[in-house]
């Protein structure tokens, strides 16, 4: 095992803008194949405003089935918020590194929070890091935003982050209803696990070019560990990959669609039959590229465990029970070593 150490990288951004031609070693995965096959049906697009339609929830399951992954139209968000958010974010990561790091996460030089302008801790000498830098807020509960840290700059970052949190708050009940249907569970059944002190995150991630991207990953492949994801992605630029019989598969970038994923959380709650897709984003040697990642998970305090609907003697239980908390905690750890935290609570 390798010796433990707590290094504080530099930002991945800072890193970028010195490299020349090879990227570091800590950035280089071993043996890397990037290569992705084009689907063989594209990702369905879903859209939002015709979910009762039995057609377009047949859509959606066969989405969830196949690819844990859907691409989602109509779903109440205009154009220019999207534009002005997808800006913002730009605007942050082009700042000085001095500006971005008021919004740090760390304290004398130690990463102390998930939030902030993120330094992930370096656990190991051998942890492989990805090519990407990010900035984390917690938009949910709305009460506990804390705005010390979100960035003063731009001027109206706060605000439209703001508004564009509350759409897609409600395009998550809108979709966990849809899915609790399709389920033949209670509408409101995932709705109702997220209480009052469920969580969620904004990450904006930065993916700057790299010289080398046969080298390295902009996010190494791993699984959402929280309920659902909400992506939105930079007009234009790919890169965003999905695993499917072990074989991996491009994502096309869709101007103004967002890309919707179950996460683990949602698989063990509806006990393995929609999983949470294994994806990853190769990086690009012209074009810096940017997405924003709204994570929704259930209260830290709340046991996690199939729902009892979904559980009988056909289909028993498959994944053994878990406080959230600590499965959010495993999730890391595991994501740091480049492995899945919910492999191991599987029966
Ligand atoms: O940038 C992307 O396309 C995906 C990002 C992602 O997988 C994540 O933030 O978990
Ligand atoms: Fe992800």
């Known amino acids: 095992m390798a010796a433990s150490v707590t290094v504080v990288p530099k930002t991945v951004q800072e890193v970028a803008a010195a490299v020349v031609e090879e990227p570091p070693s800590r950035y280089v995965q071993p043996e890397l194949d990037r290569h992705a096959d084009e689907m063989p049906e594209p ?49 942050f990561f082009r700042q000085p590194d001095e500006e971005k790091h008021k919004c740090s996460n760390l304290v004398d030089g130690k990463p102390f929070s998930v939030e902030g302008y993120v330094n992930d801790k370096l656990e190991t000498q051998d942890q492989i890091l990805d090519w990407n830098a990010q900035l984390r807020l917690r938009v949910e509960p709305e009460d506990e935003r804390n705005f010390a840290i979100w960035p003063s700059y731009p001027e109206s970052f706060r605000d439209v982050l703001q508004e564009y949190a509350s759409r897609t708050k409600t395009i998550r009940d809108l979709v966990l209803r849809s899915m609790a249907k399709l389920l033949e569970l209670d509408d409101d059944y995932f709705v109702d696990q997220i209480s009052k002190k469920a969580s969620g995150i904004a990450r904006f991630n930065y993916y700057p070019p790299c010289s080398r991207p046969d080298l390295v990953l902009g996010f190494k492949s791993h699984s959402d560990g929280g309920l659902l994801t909400i992506l939105f992605v930079d007009q234009d630029v790919g890169g965003l990959q999905v695993q499917k ?30 999983k949470s897709p294994i994806h990853r984003v190769v990086s690009n040697a012209e074009k810096e590229r940017l997405s924003l990642a709204m994570f929704y998970v259930v209260d830290g305090e709340m046991m996690l465990e199939p729902a009892p609907g979904l559980v009988d003697e056909k289909r028993p239980s498959r994944y053994r029970k878990i406080k959230t908390k600590d499965f959010i905690d495993g999730v890391f750890e595991h994501f740091r070593e480049g492995k899945r935290f919910i492999e191991t609570l599987k029966i």
């Open 43 to 91: 990702i369905p697009l879903i859209d939002l405003s015709r979910l009762t339609d039995a057609d377009e929830a047949d859509k959606l399951h066969t989405a969830l089935h196949t690819w844990g992954f859907f691409l989602a139209t109509n779903h109440g968000i205009e154009d220019s918020l999207m534009d002005a958010m997808m800006n913002m974010s730009r605007e």
């Open 245 to 274: 019989d072990g074989k991996w598969y491009s994502v096309p970038a869709k101007p103004y669609t967002l890309v919707i994923n179950i996460a683990d959380c949602l698989e063990i709650m509806n006990n393995g039959i929609f």
